[in-house]
């Protein structure tokens, strides 16, 4: 490694090249920010939305909610992100936005949207049901936007407290598989770092890169996340301090560069503290 790529305070993740696994304005983002870090971001999308199978009831449920007919709209992913930005769906003043997350709460600001909610404590569907309920003693109108695998946590605690509650699939995941050139940097080491921000990235991470290097940095945005990923096989590096980005970003800059040894100690162990973690 050159002096020009070591890291520095104020770039800590010099000479590091960091998978973003997802696209769009939520991985641009990724990308600037990793940047901003001194890193070589590479977007290699793994997973994305395919259409769900009730286009129909997605599109009433988009339109009455540009009606302005739902108090409050529940976004539970940066996927569905993804489906409300490509359906260019309208959220009126009136209804207020609630996200799982600061990660899902990103993505719908990158894209233009307003956030009115984000859990304080629990980033789960449980959580945000749980203020929800708190902030709304009177009965509400609310549309849950969801994949087809999700469980509908959200959905039945809403109902169970008297909220009028309009569940929808809006869309379904699927793996999209990298090019031939991301999965040999993957496999020979020169990719550094791996960002797995949800289950179904994880999945496709240990799907798409069986063999992946041993000095290869696995980092999870979340506990839950850290969960699926070593369910799906992985072994998770580090664990985000809270459930953002940033803090994801931060954490993968205090390991030394893989394939760094003679310049800087070899990694070991994993930072692992509890975090919130969104659906």
């Not at 003043?93 to 709460?105: N, P």
């Not at 509908?152 to 050139?181: C, F, I, K, N, Q």
């Not at 290869?216 to 980005?245: F, H, M, N, W």
């Amino acid at each position: 490694m050159t002096t020009a790529s070591r890291p520095t305070p104020d770039k800590p993740l010099g000479g590091w090249r960091v998978l973003v696994p997802r696209g769009g304005p939520w991985g641009d983002a990724v990308a600037a920010s990793l940047r901003r870090q001194g890193a070589t971001p590479v977007i290699a999308p793994l997973i994305n939305f395919a259409p769900t199978n009730d286009k129909a009831t997605l599109d009433e449920a988009l339109a009455d909610l540009a009606a302005g007919r739902f108090d409050w709209l529940t976004v539970t992913s940066a996927t569905t992100v993804d489906v409300l930005y490509a359906y260019r769906a309208t959220i009126p003043a009136r209804t207020k936005v609630a996200a799982v997350g600061e990660t899902t709460a990103a993505a719908l600001l990158a894209v233009g949207y307003r956030v009115d909610l984000v859990p304080e404590e629990d980033n789960s569907a449980a959580g945000m049901a749980e203020q929800l309920i708190a902030l709304e003693p009177e009965p509400r109108d609310v549309l849950t936007l969801r994949s087809e695998i999700a469980k509908p946590v959200l959905t039945r605690m809403l109902a169970e407290a008297g909220h009028r509650v309009r569940s929808v699939v809006a869309y379904r995941t699927v793996g999209v598989p990298v090019t031939d050139r991301i999965a040999q940097d993957v496999r020979s080491g020169r990719i550094n770092a791996i960002l797995v921000t949800s289950g179904s990235v994880a999945d496709q991470v240990h799907a798409q890169f069986p063999d992946l290097p041993g000095e290869t940095l696995v980092a999870a945005i979340g506990p839950r996340t850290a969960k699926d990923a070593r369910r799906a096989g992985l072994s998770v590096d580090v664990i985000a301090e809270t459930q953002t980005v940033e803090a994801l970003i931060d954490a993968v800059g205090r390991f030394p560069l893989p394939h760094a040894a003679d310049e800087f100690a070899p990694r070991t162990g994993t930072i692992s503290v509890a975090a919130p973690e969104r659906d």
